[in-house]
């Protein structure tokens, strides 16, 4: 009988729909029905690629005793993190406050009135390595609920209280600098690890939004140094186990230090933004894999994330079924052994393959199987010879049964793969990476904008889900909004980008200047959700800050200007301190230390003087510069589509680009090579 997730539109919670536990989603009547029954809340937050939560979902809330007893003492809540970040951030900031650590699943007990009192993440059937089972917590819970009441109250208010003076104050820390960001660098570099690329120890993420702000202030500065951690730490993960080599697209983190074996389910997220790097890793240096790698993965996400509706689903699981045993095992769809080479190209052909992807008798992963790799020291055979083994390996690969997929389309993440599928169009001249980043931009505005421009979090299947959107929601879309404009010279993608962000500073921003996860009006939950820092995506707070400030420069408007300043504050105060986890908010700040500048490209559209132009102004490396292209200005001062071209007239009836940053003009030029020096160092 299905429980009362069988309405979702989640995929997570729809997986949870035929559970024996009695679930609901997260409601004002559940939290009623503890208050009536005099129970508490078991939270179980989740999404449909993480490993674990599988593995604690089959373990225990398909356990029939299990089932019951929660169905009994409890009242049940499942939360998809990826569609409610609010409710996972109060939660998960009370979980690593009170326990050290967080992860997925995430088991909160909560009051009736929605207050934590014991935490914890995935608890095993039976006790394991030091944890107690989920039976054993459950007992746990429901004996201090009946025995202790006013000590399990006290400990609940507590948390809220301790939760609420948490509250961030960064709205005086001032604007970063110049001496802000070069100390930035300087803590990347005691971080980094210059054997392997990256930072940190194990499990190793990939550093996306770290790794713009080393290219970007390589742009300003000419450091070589930031540069090599950027070109390094993306050779290292392209040549690793966590991107794909047959296919393309990077898994989500590295459980070594060495890239050598991944957590392997595929985000969006993490996938929209490494094509970004890789692209404006390109673009700085013109380095060959860069290029290779930028493409496959914004081939990837076409390929097997875009959805029938034109936008892109959310992931692709970690999990699939191992014909041999038919049992669902991470990476059984990636990972090979010798003879399945062999058996696949043949003896000598797989024999030389195994070599040349790090493929060995024992095994780099579990049972004698490998992670593809792509190490430096292998064969070389030429690209014609590997490129023929990946395509035959893919064919064969595709035969195994498929990791699932996460229909659900989250708009943050389609923003930022607008972003990446426009450059890599533009960049690459693969106009049908623009036509799909434009329709995903069309579903977004379809599905998920209101007639006030409010954006809904997620949809599914072209119908749009009940949870609205979030701060990085605003700021992404805007982002991926703001880049196709640039890309395609259609204004009205920087109008929408307007409308977005005129919400952000109506409905997110606080009197300080600071930025709020929520909209003023949205759910009251114990605290509200405020975190400039970055996880595996932007912070909300950074995205809209760097938003806000492009389209500032796009319009000139003070209000967006002055918005963008205040928000950054927060990389003032903790980019010297923290930077790898505020590596988007650096990336905006070189940004805005730049200028940014301001780019006009006008001329006639036929002309392929103009489109010359205007490619060489999107492969500018100036930090964040917004680039507009369109028809000359009008004398009466009216820009069209795009503020910026307003007066922006030819020379020698030629096309003409305009570069303009700080209040001033660099001279206009009808030539490329002129243009590429007011804007950087361009990889032709």
Not at 6 to 19: I, K, V
Not at 45 to 52: A, E, I, M, T
Not at 330 to 349: C, K, N, S
Not at 635 to 649: C, V
Request: proline share 6%; hydrophobic share 40%.
């Amino acid at each position: 009988m299905p429980n009362r997730l069988a309405n979702e539109t989640s995929p997570y919670l729809l997986q949870h729909a035929d559970n024996p536990v009695d679930w609901w989603p997260w409601s004002p009547e559940a939290f009623a029905e503890a208050r009536e029954r005099g129970v508490p809340v078991m939270l179980s937050v989740g999404y449909s690629s993480c490993h674990w939560c599988h593995v604690m979902a089959h373990e225990s809330f398909e356990d029939e005793l299990s089932a019951a007893y929660m169905n009994e003492h409890f009242v049940n809540v499942k939360v998809d993190r990826e569609e409610r970040p609010d409710i996972d951030a109060v939660y998960m900031e009370a979980v690593q406050a009170a326990t050290g650590q967080g992860g997925w699943p995430m088991t909160v007990f909560l009051t009736a009135d929605a207050e934590p009192f014991y935490f914890g993440t995935y608890f095993p059937p039976e006790p394991r390595h030091g944890m107690p089972s989920f039976m054993q917590v459950l007992e746990g819970v429901r004996t201090a609920w009946v025995g202790r009441p006013e000590e399990v109250a006290e400990v609940a208010q507590r948390i809220v209280r301790d939760l609420a003076g948490r509250q961030l104050d960064y709205g005086k820390a001032g604007t970063p600098g110049p001496e802000e960001l070069a100390q930035a660098l300087l803590g990347l570099v005691r971080e980094y690890d210059a054997t392997r690329g990256g930072f940190g120890g194990a499990p190793k993420f990939p550093p996306s939004m770290v790794l713009e702000f080393l290219l970007r202030h390589h742009a300003r500065t000419g450091s070589e140094g930031a540069l090599q951690m950027a070109a390094d730490t993306c050779e290292a993960m392209a040549r690793g186990g966590i991107y794909d080599q047959l296919g393309g697209g990077f898994a989500r983190y590295s459980v070594d230090r060495e890239w050598v074996v991944p957590h392997f389910e595929k985000m969006l997220y993490d996938n929209a933004l490494l094509c970004r790097v890789y692209a404006h890793l390109w673009r700085t240096t013109g380095d060959e894999l860069a290029r290779r790698v930028a493409l496959e993965t914004a081939d990837f996400m076409v390929r097997e994330l875009r959805t029938h509706e034109g936008g892109f689903a959310s992931a692709l699981d970690a999990d699939s079924e191992d014909p041999a045993t038919g049992k669902h095992v991470e990476g059984a769809y990636y990972a090979w052994t010798p003879a399945q080479l062999r058996e696949v190209l043949g003896e000598e052909d797989g024999d030389l393959a195994a070599a040349c992807f790090g493929v060995t008798e024992e095994g780099t992963f579990e049972h004698g199987m490998s992670v593809l790799q792509l190490p430096v020291q292998g064969p070389d055979i030429g690209d014609e010879r590997l490129t023929g083994f990946k395509e035959r390996l893919l064919v064969a690969r595709q035969g195994r049964p498929a990791p699932g997929r996460d229909d659900k389309i989250v708009a943050a993440w389609n923003g930022l793969a607008i972003a990446a599928l426009a450059e890599c169009g533009a960049f690459f001249d693969r106009p049908d990476l623009v036509e799909r980043a434009t329709e995903a931009a069309d579903l977004l505005v379809r599905v998920h904008m209101d007639r006030m421009a409010r954006l809904a979090r997620t949809s599914k299947d072209g119908r749009v889900g009940a949870n609205a959107g979030v701060l990085e929601d605003y700021g992404d879309v805007a982002e991926g909004f703001l880049a196709l404009g640039a890309v395609t010279g259609e204004g009205v993608w920087l109008e929408f980008a307007g409308f977005l962000l005129d919400l952000v500073l109506d409905r997110f921003t606080a009197e300080d200047g600071s930025l709020y996860d929520t909209a003023h009006d949205a759910e009251r939950l114990i605290r509200r959700p405020q975190d400039p820092t970055d996880t595996a995506a932007p912070s909300g707070w950074t995205a809209a800050a760097g938003a806000l400030l492009s389209y500032a420069a796009h319009t000139g408007s003070q209000a967006h200007r002055t918005a963008a300043e205040r928000a950054l504050a927060v990389v003032h105060a903790l980019g010297p301190r923290a930077p790898r986890f505020i590596g988007h908010g650096l990336a905006v700040a070189e940004a805005l230390v730049d200028g940014p500048r301001e780019v006009a490209v006008v001329g006639h559209p036929e002309d392929p003087a103009r489109a010359e132009l205007h490619r060489v102004a999107l492969l500018g490396t100036a930090p964040g510069a917004v680039v507009a292209t369109g028809l000359p200005g009008a004398a009466d001062g009216s820009g069209g589509e795009f503020p910026l071209l307003a007066e922006r007239t030819l020379v020698h009836d030629r096309p003409t680009a305009y570069v303009c940053r700080h209040f001033v003009c660099a001279r206009p030029t009808t030539d490329p090579v002129e243009l590429a020096d007011q804007l950087g160092t361009v990889h032709p």
